[in-house]
Nanobody, 118 residues
Framework: QVQLVESGGGLVQAGGSLSLSCTASGSFFSISAMGWYRQAPGKQRELVATSGSSTNYADSVKGRFTISRDNAKNTAYLQMNSLKPEDTAVYYC??????????????WGQGTQVTVSS
């Protein structure tokens, strides 16, 4: 069983910074990619940033957010700078996990709330 545990959410004023982390634990062979998604009230879940064979960002966060990974710790980070009220959402970690047999499975974390006040 694989678990993704997120931490680092909270309340911050507009213009401030927050850092999220997500650690994968359990039995698996490798992690192909990790990413961050977010879901604001009344809206669909949307991609924020992913890190795999390449790094991708939503246009709305480019230049403000940075995704990074520590493969030795099976951990992904999301550094969020210059936060805006519209960044308020529940942020979910996502990971594509591979087994020794070559199968790939996608796992999600439980989500962490990020609230940006104006």
């Amino acid at each position: 069983q694989v678990q993704l545990v997120e931490s680092g959410g909270g309340l911050v004023q507009a213009g401030g910074s927050l850092s999220l982390s997500c650690t994968a634990s359990g039995s698996f062979f490798s992690i192909s990619a990790m990413g961050w998604y977010r879901q604001a009230p009344g809206k669909q879940r949307e991609l924020v940033a992913t890190s795999g064979s390449s790094t991708n960002y939503a246009d709305s966060v480019k230049g403000r957010f940075t995704i990074s990974r520590d493969n030795a710790k099976n951990t992904a980070y999301l550094q969020m700078n210059s936060l805006k009220p519209e960044d308020t959402a529940v942020y979910y970690c996502n990971a594509e996990i591979r087994t020794r047999g070559g199968y790939a499975y996608v796992y999600w974390g439980q989500g962490t709330q990020v609230t940006v006040s104006s």
